[in-house]
Structures are given as structure tokens and as C-alpha cells.
């Protein structure tokens, strides 16, 4: 069975009237349901001349659960370090163990399946962070629970604490963990309204106290009083209500979502660096990852950078392809974290210049956020965030590629569209949902709105391709040419619109609003007279001939740069001019590329 509870102890024998390392083990025995599922973890000390009596005892009882370890070490401060000696004994722990009972060796178990009800817990708590109390639950509202000293000032409650809370914030800086654990958690409530505790509402374990732990005695007045003056201090508490803001973090989760489809461990690396190290606090984001089916190399380096990333990755496999990555993105939706507020698609290649730009980012959506209610809008930071698109081509050529969108925005569409680009999916939603809110208002309304403050860059260790050389890159454009047209068609537009009129339905819940209908005299009036204006006509009339002959893509390509060039000059091109330029026309109709004749 697998290790599910680490019990963690600091014994010592001699000079210690408290010590039974014998009847704590044997009420264990008696009192535990599940002992294979139960390790404990010990540390001696090296000058204990009794060390060989507290071994003898662990190998005696070792068959009974699943492991006893044990390590010597140091006395160091003795009863002040015993903090020092959990971070020891962690060092050691099973790695599948999920909760970290720290307990001391003059203990004695009363409640029969103890473990079984402690498991039972565990299996229904949400939350990953969380301790788990052996004794009723005081009332952090009441008057007395804002005493400070009234809170350290305990006898030992031995609190059993989930591994994602110790990996977090650790055992504490003082020898009382059970003390530190319960400042922890008044300033999570005090300042974050998080009650993450959880009680067995039992005795679980009774503690025989000998003459020095009573009250009055020289251990209980000086050490003790020494020891909850370093915990009451100035240094000590701030750091404490710094591991709470710590905690609601990891507690709520991030809240920016970043989703990426990658076929490079060398790019995803640079791509996970930048973000963590341009980031102002990398718990404030995760990111899900696409890779393809069967490659065992991306899911191992994938599982190591989980590790050492202080952000979260989750990734899936698909047999989707460039074309089909939207579905990929769509199914990576459903694995954000729940408290996650901002989704955006960004490529591998994408880097941030600016420094702390996911402060920016979140504070710019909370400012939107409070003016919009509905949470219906998006961010715009690429080259084009300030582009304002006043017709279809417009949301092709200048969408906004990196945007960061609400997440009210992609669950209310479904995810992120059914083709294969989200940037112009969405900005052409974006596109329809203008159309009809302006339907009812006077006023040019706008659900996007740019950030000035982020900059970005590729990444260095981005390899670009030539179309002209590559065979695969010819069938990527080739097929980015057949999605245009697919998407402008009159079935595709009539799907954005409905779209954008769930979006409509999420900011006027009255219903009453009026929307814009896609007919075909709509299509061809509103749509295509615009693309007419554009030079880019020659967009559509070639078309399928190039997708007949892959080897004319470079032919295409130079007639498409000199249609833009000629249209930066003259907002009317010329077609005449153009259609009787034999160079354009005779490269167009070579068979094969210019470049690949020896």
C-alpha cells in the first residue's frame, strides 16, 4: 500500500522524564486501521547515552508499519531547534506521502481508527493546503482569538499539515510548529477570509506531562516565554503574514492562464524562463500546454520542469495538427485552475520585455473589471493593440495575436472557437459584437482595450523557415490560404455573429437588445464592397490556382508584395497597371521555384 502519513518525532532519552518512545508506539498498535499506509520518521541525538535503547525500541516495532526511519544528528539548542530537526527529518520522507504529523515521544493514542478518519478527511478536502487539528476548532471571530499571546500561548495541539502547506511555508522559525501554524492560519483569516482548518471533532491522543512542562516550572517560564517572544516579534510576525498572502495564492490559484501548442524542449525552455523571470510573482500564472501523441521526450521534460518551475504546467497530448490546434485549446480550457481570471493563447517564441508584466496585466483586467461588471471584454498587447478594424479583412491581417481574454469571454463562447486561429476568431466575434452593440447606442462602443506598458520580442531561440525551401512550411501557408477563405465565407460569418450575440446576451441580460442579421445582401454589402477597396482583391481571385499548384507559392507571394507596396502609395490601386506586369505574371506561372534551379 502507499505511504499516505509521515509521522515526524525529535526523541530523546536521557534527561528527559517525558520520553516513552515504547507506549507510543504500542497505542499506534493498538489504535491504527491502516498501519501499512503509515511511516515513521525520528531523529535522535547524538549525545543521548540512551541512543541504543531508543533504536532497540524502533526495530522492535519497524514490522509493524510500512517504515520507521530514524537519523542522529547534533543536539544543537535542544528543545529551541526542534524546528531544525522536522527540516531534518524531511529530507528523508517518502515522496508519496500526502500529510506530516509532527508529534512528540510522551504521546499516547485514544482513538481507535484515527488513521481511517484523518483519511477520510484528506480524500474530501478540495484544497491542497490545509492542516487537519486533533482537537475541536476555536472561533477565529470571537473576541479572544485576536489576542496574539492568547493564540501561541498553548499547550502542543499537534497539528497534522498537508504536504503542499509544508513545501510552501515549511515547518516555521521557532521550535513550536504547532504555535506557528496557528498565528499562520488567524492572519490567513484576519487578512484573506480563508478558514482552511480541519477538525476531527475527537481526542484523538492524550500527553502525560511531567513536572517541567507544568505551569511555573523553569521550562515553562523561561524557555517557553523566550521561545513565543521570538514568534511575537516584529521580523517574525511580518514574515508570517507574508507566508499567508503566500498561501492565498497558492490557495485561489493563479490567475492568468496561458495556453501554448510546442514541438521544442529548446523553445519551451527559453519561452518558461522569460515568463518566470520577467514575471513579478510566478504563482500568478500557470501554463497548459499542446504536445503531439507518443513523444515520450516532451512528457518527461515536461514532468521535470514542473518541478523546477515555480509556476504550474499541465500539458495534454493530441493528434491534432497546426491546422486542428484549437481543439487542442479547447480541451486545454477545461484543465484551468478554477480561480483562474485571464486566458490567452501565446506562441513559444513570444517574450516579455517588460518586467513584471503579469502585475500589469492583472491590474489592468481588476480595473475593467469594476467598470464592467459582466467581464465581457479582452486586452489587447501585440503590434496591433491600438489597430481599430472597420471590416472583415482588417480582423485577418491586424488581429490581435496575443490578447488576454476574460475568462467570462471563452466560457461564454464555448473555448476558443471552432477554427484553427483563436487571435482572428476572436477578433472578428470581437468585430460582430461592435456591430451590435453599436445597433443600440449612439456611442462607439469598444469591449477591447490596449496596454501601453508591455513590450515583447521572439525568442532567440525561434528558428524562422523560408516558405521557398520548405516543403512543409508551402502546405502551412497553402493551408492558412484555404482557412481565410473558409472563415470569410457566409456560413462562417453567420457563425461569428451568433457568437457575438452570446456575448450580447451575457451584458444585457434583458434581452431586449437589437441585433445585426447576416443575410447574403449583408455579406456581399458590408463585406465584400470593402474588400474591393483593398488592393487585396487578388487575395480571393488567385486563390484556388495556387492551391492547385503548391509550386506557384512564390510567385504568389511577390504578387501579393507588390499589390502592398503599390497600395501604400495609392489608397486605389490599379489593376490594369498591375494585370500587364509581365514579370509578376511570368514568375507566377513558373512551375517551379526561382530559388531551386541549380
Not at 289 to 310: A, C, H, P, T
Not at 339 to 352: A, M
Not at 395 to 420: A, P, R
Request: charged content about 30%; hydrophobic content about 35%; aromatic content about 14%.
Amino acid at each position: 500500500m502507499t505511504i499516505k502519513i509521515s509521522i515526524l518525532l525529535c526523541s530523546r532519552i536521557i534527561d528527559n522524564e517525558n520520553s516513552n518512545l515504547s507506549k507510543m508506539f504500542q497505542s499506534f498498535v493498538d489504535k491504527t486501521c491502516y498501519p501499512k499506509e503509515i511511516e515513521f520518521l525520528i531523529k535522535f541525538d547524538k549525545c543521548d547515552s540512551f541512543l541504543n535503547k531508543g533504536i532497540d525500541i524502533v526495530n522492535h516495532y519497524k514490522n509493524h508499519f510500512s517504515d520507521i526511519k530514524y537519523i542522529i544528528t547534533d543536539r544543537n539548542k535542544g528543545y529551541r531547534d526542534l524546528h531544525l530537526g522536522y527540516e531534518d527529518l524531511i529530507k528523508i520522507v517518502n515522496k508519496n506521502s500526502r500529510l506530516y504529523w509532527i508529534i512528540s515521544d510522551d504521546i499516547k493514542i485514544t482513538l481507535s481508527n484515527w488513521d481511517g478518519k484523518v483519511l477520510k478527511l484528506l480524500e474530501s478536502k478540495n484544497s491542497d493546503y490545509f492542516v487537519i487539528h486533533p482537537t475541536h476548532l476555536t472561533n477565529l471571530d470571537s473576541e479572544g482569538s485576536h489576542n496574539l499571546y492568547s493564540i501561541v500561548n498553548i499547550l502542543e495541539t499537534y497539528p497534522i499539515f498537508s504536504k503542499s502547506w509544508i513545501d510552501l511555508v515549511g515547518f516555521g522559525e521557532v521550535a513550536f510548529t504547532d504555535a506557528w501554524c496557528s498565528l499562520l492560519e488567524f492572519f490567513l483569516y484576519k487578512e484573506h477570509k480563508i478558514d482552511n482548518r480541519l477538525s476531527l471533532d475527537e481526542k484523538v491522543l492524550e500527553r502525560e506531562l511531567c513536572q517541567h512542562d507544568l505551569a511555573g516550572s523553569e521550562r515553562y517560564s523561561a524557555i517557553r516565554k523566550e521561545i513565543h517572544n521570538e514568534l511575537l516579534s516584529y521580523n517574525t510576525v511580518t514574515k508570517i503574514i507574508n507566508l499567508a498572502k503566500n498561501l492565498t495564492k497558492a490557495m485561489t490559484g493563479p490567475v492568468i492562464s496561458i495556453f501554448i501548442s510546442s514541438i521544442s524542449q529548446e523553445v519551451m525552455e527559453g519561452f518558461f524562463s522569460d515568463l518566470e523571470e520577467t514575471s513579478d510573482d510566478p504563482n500568478n500564472f500557470e501554463v497548459l500546454v499542446n504536445i503531439d501523441l507518443n513523444r515520450e521526450d516532451l512528457r518527461k521534460f515536461l514532468d521535470k520542469q514542473n518541478e523546477v518551475r515555480k509556476f504550474i504546467i499541465k500539458y495534454i497530448e493530441t493528434d491534432n495538427n497546426y491546422f486542428s490546434l484549437n481543439a487542442a485549446y479547447n480541451h486545454l480550457v477545461k484543465l484551468t485552475s478554477k480561480n483562474s481570471e485571464i486566458y490567452s493563447v501565446l506562441s513559444d517564441y513570444f517574450i516579455f520585455k517588460t518586467k513584471g508584466w503579469d502585475k500589469i496585466i492583472i491590474t489592468e483586467y481588476e480595473k475593467k473589471s469594476y467598470i464592467f461588471k459582466d467581464k465581457i471584454f479582452y486586452l489587447r498587447i501585440s503590434r496591433h493593440k491600438n489597430y481599430i478594424n472597420k471590416d472583415l479583412i482588417s480582423c485577418w491581417d491586424f488581429c490581435e495575436n496575443w490578447g488576454f481574454y476574460s475568462k467570462e469571454w471563452v466560457v461564454t463562447l464555448g473555448g476558443w472557437g471552432k477554427f484553427w486561429c483563436p487571435d482572428a476568431t476572436q477578433e472578428i466575434i470581437h468585430f460582430y459584437l461592435k456591430k451590435n452593440l453599436n445597433k443600440n447606442s449612439n456611442f462607439n462602443i469598444d469591449r477591447s482595450f490596449p496596454i501601453k506598458e508591455i513590450d515583447f520580442e521572439k525568442s532567440k531561440t525561434h528558428k524562422t523557415h523560408s516558405y521557398a525551401t520548405n516543403t512543409d512550411y508551402k502546405k502551412k501557408f497553402l493551408g492558412e490560404l484555404f482557412f481565410v477563405r473558409r472563415m470569410l465565407s457566409y456560413k462562417s460569418l453567420k457563425y461569428f455573429n451568433r457568437q457575438s450575440i452570446l456575448l450580447l446576451n451575457k451584458i444585457d441580460k434583458t434581452g431586449k437588445m437589437k441585433t445585426v442579421k447576416i443575410s447574403w445582401r449583408f455579406f456581399l454589402i458590408q463585406n465584400i464592397k470593402q474588400i474591393i477597396r483593398f488592393p487585396k482583391l487578388y487575395y480571393y481571385i488567385i486563390l484556388f490556382k495556387v492551391a492547385r499548384n503548391p509550386s506557384r507559392v512564390r510567385g504568389f507571394i511577390m504578387f501579393i508584395k507588390k499589390i502592398l507596396r503599390n497600395s501604400r502609395k495609392s489608397s486605389k490601386v490599379k489593376y490594369d497597371i498591375l494585370l500587364k506586369d509581365k514579370d509578376l505574371l511570368n514568375c507566377f506561372d513558373k512551375k517551379i521555384f526561382p530559388c531551386d534551379k541549380k
